[in-house]
């Protein structure tokens, strides 16, 4: 049986990923500053800072661990600008941390970073892995030398070190700082309410690629469980959805009336207008395709409000 080694576990992403492992018979282990968050039982937790380099080297010899994946990060471009200190620290020297650990342990385990579309330079076309580089916000910017040090560290030391370019992603338990489970949470309590209402949202001219938090951890997995570690895949829906019709969905499960009034706050300092992605790579060198959709994850986003 293989171990995996999730870091960030306790985070939106870490349940989803740590049931998908385990259904496919791997051992999964947790770590994150604080808390387990909504990890199953099964996995193993051991509270871990990322940004202590001698925690992480102590916690991956504890271990020993076949596969590292790396979760914890600023995730957010909006946080990003307030706080671009933090985000390189997080993103950038934590996953150092990891890369110094695994190069000093005798077991040499796999390593999947995770990156993101905002990587890539302000396009309208679909976006596949030869489009450029040329990220336009701290995140993205944090995510491109992440990427850097995993080819360093990859061709100096021989670590398989993999890297992800996931596009937008979304489900039962983000944060409602994003702006899908914002729409979601607002429009539940409305509803609730039993009375009309108004909701806040930002800028809903432009288009993302948005895909199910479940759709993008079996890639992970996939990507992982292969041989070259060199490849860089990207992975979303394909679909680049305007923010405009995603909220007229979720405003329709609503049975009360309800008004928006557009927050200036809400506006991010740099937005691009479109975001798609080309998934052509994964899915014909890995076979993986979407099984969910975005109005799945929507439908069920507001369910869980609404009874919560």
Known sequence: MEKVLIFGAGGFVGSYLSREFLEHGYAVVGSDKATRGQLPPEVAFHPADLLNAEEVESLVNAVGPDVVINLAAISSVGASWGIPQTTIEVNVVGALNILEAARKAEKKPRILFVGSSEEYVITEQAIDEETELNASNPYGISKVTQENFAALYRAHYGLQVYCVRPFNHTGVGQRDSFVLPSFC????????????????????????????????????????????????????????????????????????????????????????????????????????????????????MYEAFLNA
């Open 185 to 300: 949470k607002q429009v539940a309590a409305i509803e609730k309410s039993g009375q009309p209402g108004t909701i806040q949202v930002g800028n809903l001219n432009i288009e993302r690629d948005f895909s199910h938090v479940k759709d993008i951890v079996r890639a992970y997995r996939m990507i992982v469980e292969h041989d070259d570690c060199r490849a860089i895949y990207n992975v979303g829906s394909g679909t680049a959805y305007n923010l405009t019709e995603l909220l007229q969905y979720v405003t329709k499960l609503s049975h009360q009336s309800i008004s928006i009034e557009v927050d200036p706050a809400r506006f991010r300092p740099s937005d691009q207008p479109r975001i798609c992605c080309d998934h052509s790579r994964i899915t014909e060198e890995l076979g993986w395709t979407p099984e969910y959709s975005v109005y799945d994850a929507l439908k069920e």
